[in-house]
């Protein structure tokens, strides 16, 4: 769609890599969060979020994430 308007844009450009901070990713992967972007990028935007966000979480990924991410507080 950019292309059609000649807007210029990065090639491989992603929530991770516009919004992320790899320190933040890294922590949440040890708190469980699986290690694709997709799961990352998901994390970012709850994390930005000011309402609950739904997840979509056939294998229960998502919640012992969440679970492991808040125990503390």
Do not use: H
Not at 4 to 27: H, M, P, W
Not at 34 to 59: G, H, K, T, V
């Amino acid at each position: 769609m950019l292309r059609l308007f000649d807007i210029q844009s990065t090639k491989n450009v992603s929530v991770e890599v516009v919004c992320g901070d790899a320190v933040k990713i890294r922590q949440w992967q040890i708190q469980g969060l699986p290690q694709d972007s997709f799961s990352a990028d998901s994390a970012i935007i709850c994390e930005a979020s000011e309402r609950w966000c739904l997840f979509i979480d056939p294998q229960m990924q998502a919640n012992l994430w969440l679970k492991n991410r808040y125990k503390e507080e």
